[in-house]
């Protein structure tokens, strides 16, 4: 027998035809039992909400929730979150392309394995759906874990929508308190300080990339374009990008969000360490000599690319300049 498995969809002034698309290929699952929770975050596209209503009148399977103010990215997820009642979790981007047998093979996955979170592998596509990247566990040098890891501690473990998680993870989420910058991070956090986690290196899904992407998905050279662009390119500007957008978004608010969560002590003392580790790192404009402390707390295996480049940033911002003005 089939469990209960609620797909938790966020939308706001989505592009149609992505929309669209999306929610066909959810509804197309050879998975039949699960609740498409979509919630819409006040959308000014009028088309947006007649598309919704209109695939809600359709099939039983879909439940909408149309927000009378926007409640932002992460509230909007949260409230979803507090809908859900099935055994199982899956998160769905509004422009994403799952693939038939993604729900079948996580459930799969998570039953076999007993543990509370399973991440799959995805096909990079672009705006015309067309592959660009064979392998995002390759392109992101995502960190693969099964089971336990200090990674799932310092690094977020798989994106959302490539994730199922088991409902005890849901309930340890909630409620978001101010410090949640990402419910993904969080989940594969809590997941780590439960029965653990595993992956599937089956590319489930298309992860669209375009314009409008909110988050993920741009590597560090797409990533470091788009700040030159808006910013400059001086020392000055690379040292606001290295601390702003790298040290504090991808790391240290990580870290301030898991040990407000952690129920282990010795992952808060980890924690605790990593926190100041990251503010050392962010004071140093030319070099920094703790190198050691990045090998303890973001080393492992399949990121030896990664870690170059983080070493680089962390350790000798010179050098990373020289990148940075490329």
């Not at 592959?131 to 693969?144: A, D, E, G, T």
């Not at 595993?198 to 700040?227: C, D, I, K, M």
Request: net charge positive; charged share 30%; aromatic share 14%.
């Amino acid at each position: 027998m089939e469990e209960k498995v609620d797909i938790l969809l966020t939308t706001y002034n989505s592009e149609i035809k992505y929309l669209k698309q999306q929610i066909e290929t959810i509804l197309n699952q050879t998975y039949s039992n699960f609740q498409l929770l979509i919630s819409d975050d006040a959308s000014t596209k009028k088309e947006v909400k007649q598309v919704l209503e209109s695939y809600q009148k359709q099939d039983d399977r879909i439940t909408l929730y149309e927000q009378e103010k926007n409640l932002g990215y992460n509230k909007n997820f949260e409230f979803l979150l507090k809908k859900s009642t099935a055994p199982y979790l899956m998160f769905a981007d509004h422009d994403d392309v799952w693939y038939p047998q993604k729900i079948e093979k996580s459930v799969e996955k998570i039953k076999k394995e007993g543990v509370d979170l399973v991440y799959c592998n995805a096909h990079q596509i672009d705006e015309e759906g067309k592959i660009i990247q064979k392998s995002y566990f390759h392109y992101k040098n995502v960190p693969l874990i099964k089971g336990t890891n200090k990674l799932a501690i310092s690094r977020c473990i798989g994106i959302g929508c490539s994730q199922i998680i088991t409902k005890d993870i849901k309930e340890k989420m909630l409620p978001f308190t101010k410090e949640v910058i990402a419910h993904d991070w969080l989940a594969s956090f809590l997941a780590n300080e439960g029965k653990g986690m595993a992956y599937l290196e089956e590319p489930l899904f298309g992860y669209r990339l375009h314009q409008t992407n909110v988050f993920g998905g741009r590597n560090l050279s797409q990533n470091l374009y788009r700040w030159k662009k808006e910013h400059g390119d001086s020392y000055q500007s690379y040292l606001n990008y290295r601390n702003e957008k790298v040290i504090d978004k991808a790391y240290l608010d990580g870290a301030i969000m898991c040990r407000k969560y952690s129920q282990k002590a010795e992952n808060k003392d980890l924690l605790e360490k990593m926190i100041k580790y990251y503010e050392n790192v962010k004071k140093s404009k030319f070099f920094n000599i703790h190198i050691i402390k990045y090998f303890r707390f973001l080393s492992g295996k399949n990121l030896l690319k990664k870690m170059a480049k983080e070493i680089c940033i962390f350790h000798f911002p010179l050098i990373g300049y020289y990148f940075f003005k490329k």
